[in-house]
């Protein structure tokens, strides 16, 4: 009887490998999404189109792709169309639909909304890594200020409290995110605050340059002396940005040039008159002087003492 019972459980496994190996094989469709807006700007209330490219990457059926989740911002009245819908894709193809909706005043306000989603097949999905997109809609027009400290700080997770010391004089310039266009300038006073006038609602860059004997410790490892920052139009006036800074040992300046020799070591130049003095040679140039006006009065003595005595020899 055991027996019997161990060879039907064998016989009911053996039955289901195939089964089993049949699903781990089984393929699933692979959907790729891409999106873009239908303009680079928008204004508070206007409706945009976002154009969706679907495509099956896969060699199998995609059965009912469709919107299965997603989030947004800055928007409202987002009609899904087709993608709510859904629609059958073959091993491939590709498909092109569109969504629709209107900017709010919050993308007004950040100057820019967004539309972010994901679709699958009911059959699956092979790759989830591309089957997400999004779409940033621009929005111009807000303005606002920004604000914030350059404090003193040993590590770039410093935290700043009202009564932390500021940096002074730490140049802070505002320019859009990739660089290119400066919006505005301003310097921290003896707090460390400075404020940045009537900056475009959005992402700005933040660049500081420290007086010496500081360094900025921005970004995300302290590693930067910039960092990415959001205007926000109508936001609170209080400041919003905390970089810290931390003292350095100032460079020393370069060696100066070596000092002219002496005035004892340099012979002293010769007035207009003199005419053309000695060169410096090292040698007493005064000893030899002296010894040739020796010489030169000997020989004068001698020649009246030899002349005396012809005349006397003559007489």
């Known amino acids: 009887m055991r ?9 009911v496994l053996v039955a289901a490998l195939p089964a089993t190996a049949a ?5 699933k469709p692979d959907i790729a999404v891409t999106s873009a807006a239908d303009k680079a700007n928008y204004a508070e209330g206007e409706t945009f189109t976002i154009t969706v490219t679907v495509k099956n990457k896969s060699s199998v059926d995609a059965k009912r ?15 899904y169309g087709e993608l709510s819908t859904g629609f059958d894709l073959a091993a491939g193809a590709t498909k092109t639909v569109q969504l629709t909706g209107k900017t709010n005043h919050v993308a007004w306000q950040r100057g820019y909304g967004y539309v972010a989603f994901e679709l699958a097949a009911d059959n699956g999905e092979a790759n989830d890594a591309d ?20 404090f003193q700080g040993e590590s770039y997770d410093a935290g700043w409290t009202p009564q932390t010391p500021g940096v002074e004089g730490v140049k802070v310039v505002a320019t859009s995110a990739d660089g290119k266009t400066k919006y505005a300038e301003a310097t921290t006073d003896a707090r ?8 475009p609602a959005g992402e700005v860059l933040l660049t ?31 400041p919003q940005i905390y970089v810290p800074a931390k003292k350095v040992p100032v460079s020393s300046p ?3 040039p070596s000092a002219s020799p002496s005035a ?33 009065a000997a020989g004068i003595a001698l020649a009246l003492v030899a002349r005396r005595r012809r005349v006397h020899l003559q007489a």
Request: hydrophobic letters at 50%; a negative charge; aromatic letters at 6%.
């Open 264 to 296: 004892s070591s340099v012979a002293p130049s010769a007035s207009p008159s003199a005419g053309p003095g000695l060169p410096v040679t090292g040698d007493n140039t005064m000893l030899f002087a002296v010894a040739g006006a020796v010489a030169v």
């Open 3 to 11: 027996a019997l019972a161990a060879a039907a459980l064998a016989g």
């Open 65 to 79: 792709v469709h919107y299965t989740g997603g989030d947004s911002e800055g928007v409202d009245d987002v009609v």
């Open 208 to 238: 500081f340059t420290a007086p010496a004997g500081w360094k900025i410790l921005a970004g995300e490892n302290g590693e930067y002396d910039h960092t990415p920052a959001l205007v926000i139009a109508d936001d609170s006036d209080e």
């Open 23 to 27: 699903l781990a094989a089984d393929p």
């Open 192 to 199: 460390g605050l400075f404020r940045l006038a009537q900056l």
């Open 254 to 256: 370069s060696a100066s």
């Open 131 to 150: 089957n997400i997109t999004s779409v940033r809609l621009m929005v111009a027009g807000a303005f606002d200020d920004l604000g914030g400290y350059v």
